[in-house]
């Protein structure tokens, strides 16, 4: 480790954008409305927030508490706090984690690059839903054109990764997220107000509780985790730039706002367009690549044109959130290698980028050709995306809240939460009664549920 050497972010801000950037994503647009879709929206939204509350926010402190105390990346990080023990497992976990998660965000990533072309060329036009579930399907079984988008996605995020934190990392992020948040906010008013929305905006406020089982549980914790960049050390590796002056609880209040917040008017653009179109919500992954070019071009039949700008602007936007996300996700195994075997940060971000390139195409390969082969009745892309999101995100998410509730040093944990005292942190106890029972019982009880042990 270097770390004399570290670099920081620049300012308070920039860590703060830097770590909303992280968390919001494709994880906000893309994956919460079909979660919430498919367990039946609003009941699945009112547990949801109780995940980020009740799991979310302090781990993601915890993290926070990790990454800065220790100066280093997640891969390293454990083993700095609590050398010569089997935690640093936990680290190493959570390299992998993020690696494999990688390995299918890259591909998503990769179709929003797709559906920006389409709304340049106007690709969109004059198109029926049954069209767009048709394009929608044959684009992302294509042998070759999803893996160009993917590569061209990987290469962008390894760009950014190789003009290292301020540059790269800090000045991207604080231009791309103020910009991403005006477009969602304009494009929810443009989709609550279309004709018929009034039942999308229903389904996604009022709760319908008879329909909760295991899952719906499962799925919001989750989802949380996902959204939230936790359980993997992501946003710990990011705390490891922090400066001594940023206030952890205010950092990961306001990440955690503007990522719920982003979440829920993600809803409130998918949900009343795909009303407004008769579109089922459960219609899974394929949700925003289906209804919303349907609903731009339903919306402005008569002018073709502006459907196409406001098309345009979702999918730019899309990838933007994608990017910011990408990055940090990228970021995770290239400081480890960077770290741990002293690699110079090119090398250590060519490695990954090849590694992550080799996932991809088997994962994009999996929605079409590759399609028969399966792990535990899943494709590899589906197969991927439960295993990281649903087990090892809420896993090294209790670990993380384990470790710091019970292992690290209480003087140091209270140091790092009050910047040594010179700040006030009344939530302190509520906060280690959390991490050292409520969140490790709670997850554990989520997982025994969902296996039926209750
Ligand atoms: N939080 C990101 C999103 O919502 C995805 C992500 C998960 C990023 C885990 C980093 C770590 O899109």
Same mark, same amino acid.
């Given at each position: 480790?270097?770390?004399?050497?570290?670099?920081?972010?620049?300012?308070?801000? *920039?860590?703060?954008?830097?770590?909303?950037?992280?968390?919001? *994503?494709?994880?906000?647009?893309?994956?919460?409305?079909?979660?919430?879709?498919?367990?039946?929206?609003?009941?699945?939204?009112?547990?949801?927030?109780?995940? %980020?509350?009740?799991?979310? $926010?302090? !781990?993601?402190?915890?993290?926070? !508490?990790?990454?800065?105390?220790?100066?280093?990346?997640?891969?390293?990080?454990?083993?700095?706090?609590?050398?010569?023990?089997?935690?640093?497992?936990?680290?190493?976990?959570?390299?992998?984690?993020?690696?494999? @998660?990688?390995?299918?965000?890259?591909? %998503?990533?990769?179709?929003?690059?797709?559906?920006?072309?389409?709304?340049?060329?106007?690709?969109?036009?004059?198109?029926?839903?049954?069209?767009? !579930?048709?394009?929608?399907?044959?684009?992302?079984?294509?042998?070759?054109?999803?893996?160009?988008?993917?590569?061209?996605?990987?290469?962008?995020?390894?760009?950014?990764?190789?003009?290292?934190?301020?540059?790269?990392?800090?000045?991207?992020?604080?231009?791309?997220?103020?910009?991403?948040?005006?477009?969602?906010?304009?494009?929810?008013?443009?989709? %609550?107000?279309?004709?018929?929305?009034?039942?999308?905006?229903?389904?996604?406020?009022?709760?319908?509780?008879?329909? %909760?089982? /295991?899952?719906?549980?499962?799925?919001?914790?989750?989802?949380?985790?996902?959204?939230?960049?936790?359980?993997?050390?992501?946003?710990?590796?990011? /705390?490891?730039?922090?400066?001594?002056?940023?206030?952890?609880?205010?950092?990961?209040?306001?990440?955690?706002?503007?990522?719920?917040?982003?979440? @829920?008017?993600?809803?409130?653009?998918?949900?009343?367009?795909?009303?407004?179109?008769?579109?089922?919500?459960?219609?899974?992954?394929?949700?925003?690549?289906?209804?919303?070019?349907?609903?731009?071009?339903?919306?402005?039949?008569?002018?073709?044109?502006?459907?196409?700008?406001?098309?345009?602007?979702?999918?730019?936007?899309?990838?933007?959130?994608?990017?910011?996300?990408?990055?940090?996700?990228?970021?995770?195994?290239?400081?480890?290698?960077?770290?741990?075997?002293?690699?110079?940060?090119?090398?250590?971000?060519?490695? #990954?980028?090849?590694?992550? $390139?080799?996932?991809?195409?088997?994962?994009? $390969?999996?929605?079409?050709?590759? *399609?028969?082969?399966?792990?535990?009745?899943?494709?590899?892309?589906?197969?991927?995306?439960?295993?990281?999101?649903?087990?090892?995100?809420?896993?090294?998410?209790?670990?993380?809240?384990?470790? #710091?509730?019970?292992? @690290?040093?209480?003087?140091?944990?209270?140091?790092?939460?009050?910047?040594?005292?010179?700040?006030?942190?009344?939530?302190?106890?509520?906060?280690?009664? !959390? $991490?050292?029972?409520?969140?490790? #019982?709670?997850?554990?009880?989520?997982?025994?549920?969902?296996?039926?042990?209750?």
């Amino acid at each position: 480790m270097q770390q004399n050497e570290r670099v920081n972010f620049g300012s308070k801000l *920039g860590a703060i954008l830097a770590a909303a950037g992280s968390a919001v *994503g494709l994880g906000n647009v893309w994956r919460f409305p079909y979660e919430a879709g498919n367990h039946g929206g609003a009941a699945f939204i009112c547990i949801y927030l109780g995940c %980020v509350f009740l799991f979310g $926010l302090p !781990i993601m402190i915890s993290e926070f !508490i990790i990454g800065r105390r220790s100066k280093a990346s997640t891969g390293e990080a454990y083993q700095a706090l609590a050398p010569h023990t089997p935690w640093r497992w936990v680290g190493y976990l959570g390299v992998l984690t993020g690696f494999l @998660i990688l390995g299918y965000y890259a591909v %998503v990533a990769g179709w929003t690059l797709e559906y920006v072309l389409q709304a340049v060329i106007g690709g969109f036009d004059g198109k029926d839903s049954e069209t767009f !579930i048709r394009m929608f399907s044959e684009f992302s079984q294509h042998p070759f054109r999803p893996l160009l988008w993917l590569f061209v996605f990987v290469l962008t995020t390894h760009f950014v990764i190789v003009k290292g934190v301020k540059e790269g990392i800090e000045r991207s992020s604080k231009v791309l997220m103020p910009l991403l948040f005006v477009l969602v906010v304009a494009l929810a008013v443009c989709s %609550v107000l279309l004709p018929g929305a009034e039942k999308g905006v229903e389904f996604l406020l009022k709760p319908d509780f008879s329909q %909760v089982t /295991a899952d719906v549980f499962l799925g919001a914790m989750g989802q949380a985790f996902f959204s939230m960049s936790l359980g993997m050390g992501c946003l710990s590796t990011y /705390a490891s730039y922090f400066g001594k002056d940023t206030r952890l609880g205010a950092t990961a209040m306001s990440v955690g706002l503007i990522d719920t917040l982003v979440a @829920i008017l993600a809803g409130l653009i998918i949900f009343p367009a795909a009303f407004s179109v008769g579109i089922q919500p459960d219609a899974g992954p394929s949700l925003i690549f289906i209804t919303l070019p349907n609903v731009f071009q339903q919306a402005f039949s008569g002018f073709p044109l502006l459907g196409n700008v406001c098309a345009l602007l979702f999918y730019v936007l899309l990838a933007m959130a994608a990017l910011t996300s990408t990055i940090s996700l990228h970021e995770v195994p290239t400081a480890f290698l960077h770290e741990k075997f002293g690699f110079t940060r090119g090398k250590a971000a060519r490695l #990954v980028t090849l590694g992550i $390139l080799v996932v991809g195409t088997v994962s994009s $390969l999996a929605l079409g050709d590759w *399609g028969e082969v399966t792990l535990f009745g899943m494709n590899i892309f589906d197969f991927l995306d439960f295993f990281t999101a649903k087990i090892m995100l809420p896993l090294g998410g209790m670990m993380a809240s384990v470790f #710091v509730g019970w292992i @690290i040093d209480k003087q140091v944990v209270r140091a790092e939460v009050t910047n040594d005292g010179r700040l006030k942190a009344p939530y302190y106890p509520v906060f280690l009664f !959390i $991490l050292r029972y409520l969140a490790p #019982v709670g997850i554990l009880v989520i997982f025994l549920n969902e296996l039926g042990c209750f």
